[in-house]
């Protein structure tokens, strides 16, 4: 027997939306211990949020904010500070994680409506058009860039444009987008975005970071309903000594500064989100010849995770699937969808077409393993 897959730390690859494979030097640039008041820690927080602003050509009109924890935590920050207690969101839909910001919304008693979309179905831009033209209580539109749940992309550039023109602002979980897709502040229109130092950055989990312009979160003084996810109240103690409130997460801060050099050397979102497609097309590509079936149409695949159908082989196991990938190397995702029993593999990380093959190659050795030559679509 083959020895299984591993990453230069002997880790298996991760195929999956994050937390995900990343560097060796990624990890070792954890191995050193700063104060939180120590001047190196000091420049390296700033530059960090600097290149953030950068990321978005927001440098004139733009701040960024970091905040400890996963990404869900920097998107109930933006929901509890973007939005007052007495505005109302218009919540898009298509998928898990804009129900996740509905049930943020009650937790913090936040007044909101949905428009739902399937999950491989992407937003509807016209209902939101005519829902904006029609509700004037409606102050801010909430959207995923990229959901999770299927890969599917919205169509980020024409929502901005619509809400725009009817004067809310728009909030944007990027979680599964920024680094890999483009999202600049000079063709989309947004009060904030919020992404995490993992997934597409290629860093260590434990830092969100809300992406803000100025303008807008100079108004949210005051309606954080949470003491530790106020971004207002962070931002103000940022700029008055440079320094987190509470305990900042040290070695991930030192892992994403290090992230963000490899990513600068790949050639940004260009670079990073280039490997990512290459990787995807190929991962799907191999699926296919084996008879796989995807979710999505090519054209609304976001190069970040893949759903497949379920074979409907009597002879497929998706549980011994899993395990038996995983023993050669690869660990990947189960489904996460209501529409379709499926499973996902993601494209993301520090992996490349190489990885692809090697993944592509251990699905075909558990399919001999179960007496399966191709895959039958549902």
Same mark, same amino acid.
């Given at each position: 027997?083959?020895?299984?897959?591993?990453?230069?730390?002997?880790?298996?690859?991760?195929?999956?939306?994050?937390?995900?494979?990343?560097?060796?030097?990624?990890?070792?640039?954890?191995?050193?211990?700063?104060?939180?008041?120590?001047?190196?820690?000091?420049?390296?927080?700033?530059?960090?949020?600097?290149?953030?602003?950068?990321?978005?050509?927001?440098?004139?009109?733009?701040?960024?904010?970091?905040?400890?924890?996963? &990404?869900?935590?920097?998107?109930?920050?933006?929901?509890?500070?973007?939005?007052?207690?007495?505005?109302?969101?218009?919540?898009? *839909?298509?998928?898990?994680?804009?129900?996740?910001?509905?049930?943020?919304?009650?937790?913090?008693?936040? #007044?909101? *409506?949905?428009?739902?979309?399937?999950?491989?179905?992407?937003?509807?831009?016209?209902?939101?058009?005519?829902?904006?033209?029609?509700?004037? %209580?409606?102050?801010? *539109?909430?959207?995923?860039?990229?959901?999770?749940? $299927? &890969?599917?992309?919205?169509?980020?550039?024409?929502?901005?444009?619509?809400?725009?023109?009817?004067?809310?602002?728009?909030?944007?979980?990027?979680?599964?987008?920024?680094?890999?897709?483009?999202? $600049?502040?000079?063709?989309?229109?947004?009060?904030?975005?919020?992404?995490?130092?993992?997934?597409?950055?290629?860093?260590?989990?434990?830092?969100?970071?809300?992406?803000?312009?100025?303008?807008?979160?100079?108004?949210?003084?005051?309606?954080?309903?949470?003491?530790?996810?106020?971004? /207002?109240?962070?931002?103000?103690?940022?700029?008055?000594? =440079?320094?987190?409130?509470?305990?900042?997460?040290?070695?991930?801060?030192?892992?994403?500064?290090?992230?963000?050099?490899?990513?600068?050397?790949?050639?940004?979102?260009?670079?990073? &989100?280039?490997?990512?497609?290459?990787?995807?097309? /190929?991962?799907?590509?191999?699926?296919?010849?084996?008879?796989? =079936?995807?979710?999505?149409?090519?054209?609304?695949?976001?190069?970040?995770?893949?759903?497949?159908?379920?074979?409907?082989?009597?002879?497929?196991?998706? #549980?011994?699937?899993?395990?038996?990938? =995983?023993?050669?190397?690869?660990?990947?995702?189960?489904?996460?969808? %209501?529409?379709?029993?499926?499973?996902?593999?993601?494209?993301?990380?520090?992996?490349?077409?190489?990885?692809?093959?090697?993944?592509?190659?251990? *699905?075909?050795?558990?399919?001999?393993?179960?007496?399966?030559?191709?895959?039958?679509?549902?």
């Amino acid at each position: 027997m083959t020895s299984p897959a591993s990453s230069p730390t002997g880790d298996p690859y991760l195929l999956t939306p994050g937390p995900l494979t990343t560097s060796p030097t990624v990890k070792q640039a954890m191995l050193h211990d700063y104060g939180s008041r120590d001047q190196t820690f000091i420049n390296i927080n700033a530059n960090i949020l600097d290149r953030l602003v950068v990321m978005v050509d927001g440098e004139d009109s733009h701040v960024s904010v970091p905040l400890q924890g996963s &990404g869900t935590f920097v998107v109930e920050a933006m929901i509890g500070n973007f939005i007052p207690a007495g505005g109302r969101a218009l919540i898009l *839909v298509n998928g898990a994680y804009g129900h996740r910001i509905a049930k943020i919304c009650d937790y913090y008693r936040r #007044d909101y *409506v949905i428009q739902e979309s399937a999950e491989d179905i992407p937003v509807d831009t016209e209902a939101l058009d005519q829902t904006l033209d029609s509700d004037s %209580t409606i102050t801010h *539109v909430v959207m995923v860039y990229c959901e999770t749940t $299927s &890969g599917i992309l919205n169509p980020i550039e024409r929502i901005s444009e619509v809400v725009s023109r009817h004067g809310r602002g728009l909030l944007i979980d990027a979680m599964s987008a920024f680094g890999a897709l483009p999202l $600049s502040s000079r063709n989309i229109e947004f009060d904030a975005v919020v992404a995490s130092s993992n997934k597409c950055l290629e860093g260590a989990p434990g830092m969100g970071f809300c992406i803000a312009r100025r303008s807008a979160i100079e108004n949210t003084k005051g309606n954080s309903p949470s003491l530790s996810l106020d971004l /207002y109240d962070q931002w103000q103690a940022m700029n008055n000594n =440079k320094q987190w409130r509470f305990t900042p997460p040290t070695h991930v801060l030192l892992a994403f500064n290090q992230a963000m050099n490899e990513f600068d050397e790949e050639g940004g979102v260009v670079g990073r &989100g280039g490997r990512y497609r290459k990787n995807c097309d /190929y991962l799907v590509s191999g699926m296919r010849e084996l008879g796989f =079936k995807t979710l999505l149409p090519d054209e609304l695949q976001a190069p970040v995770i893949i759903t497949f159908h379920m074979p409907a082989n009597a002879e497929f196991d998706f #549980d011994a699937f899993y395990e038996g990938l =995983k023993e050669q190397g690869y660990v990947i995702y189960p489904g996460k969808l %209501t529409v379709a029993d499926s499973f996902r593999m993601g494209c993301i990380g520090r992996l490349d077409q190489t990885h692809m093959q090697g993944a592509l190659d251990a *699905v075909k050795s558990i399919l001999n393993q179960f007496g399966i030559t191709r895959v039958q679509s549902v």
